[in-house]
């Protein structure tokens, strides 16, 4: 069964403060990983998407990377907006699991003025 | 109206009403899904469906019953809910709809604002 943990379950920081946030996959042959970012009491809005080892996105602040078993979300002189849950998934394979994305429990991420 | 929408916003329903949660997406997507959000839990997939056909139904309790009259329109059915059925509901839509031993590209899923749903 695909599995998707993201750590930590809750981030702080200052503002200005660099950090990265982790999530961790067992799939049975990597589709692709997605990122979104979800604000409390909204959808999730898509951000990135990693199809292969060594591959990087970025956007403002934000950075995605992807090795075999990992992807990191780093975030650079973060800004109180920033603020937000942010979720990592993946899809399943083949077969009757069309469209099936399996997501992590999140990682809330305050950043304080 | 742009992406995809959710009505009602929220909602709150006695266990022995009956509604519908509706969605529209307009991005010209072929498949679209339905998630459940609890506190503290992942999003679980409920439905989703591909061209109007359902193609996962994720043991989900029977007092759930989605519809899709066509690609840009989804509903989800409620009736006889209880108390843990409270939730943030999701509805999303994406382009990718087959996966074969090569998934397509475009194939991330786009979601709506979701419908917060209280059973008393």
């Known amino acids: 069964e695909d599995q998707v943990t993201q750590s930590p379950e809750a981030l702080r920081l200052q503002e200005g403060e660099s950090s990265s946030l982790n999530c961790s996959y067992t799939?049975?042959?990597?589709?692709?990983l997605f990122w979104y970012r979800q604000d409390p009491g909204k959808g999730p809005e898509f951000l990135f998407t990693?199809?292969?080892a060594g591959e990087e996105k970025e956007k403002e602040r934000l950075k995605a990377t992807l090795t075999k078993k990992e992807s990191f979300l780093h975030i650079t002189a973060p800004k109180p907006e920033d603020s937000a849950t942010y979720l990592c998934?993946?899809?399943?394979?083949?077969?009757?699991?069309?469209?099936?994305?399996?997501f992590g429990q999140g990682t809330i991420l305050t950043v304080h003025p | 109206e742009t992406g995809v929408t959710q009505t009602p916003r929220h909602l709150v329903m006695g266990m022995t009403n009956k509604k519908s949660l509706k969605c529209e997406q307009h991005?010209?997507?072929?498949?679209m899904y339905w998630y459940k959000q609890s506190a503290k839990k992942p999003l679980e997939l409920m439905f989703v469906?591909?061209?109007?056909?359902?193609?996962e139904n994720n043991s989900v309790p029977s007092r759930f019953s989605p519809e899709c009259p066509n690609s840009s329109h989804l509903f989800l059915h409620l009736h006889t809910l209880q108390p843990e059925d409270s939730a943030l509901y999701l509805c999303?839509?994406?382009?990718?709809?087959?996966?074969?031993?090569?998934?397509?590209?475009?194939?991330?899923?786009?979601f709506g604002p979701g419908t917060r749903l209280t059973v008393l």
């Open positions: 998934a993946v899809p399943s394979a083949g077969g009757t699991s069309y469209g099936k994305l399996t």
């Open positions: 999303a839509s994406s382009q990718g709809q087959v996966w074969g031993l090569e998934a397509p590209r475009n194939n991330e899923q786009f």
């Open positions: 799939v049975s042959g990597l589709r692709g």
């Open positions: 991005l010209g997507h072929n498949a």
């Open positions: 990693l199809y292969s």
């Open positions: 469906y591909s061209l109007e056909e359902r193609v």
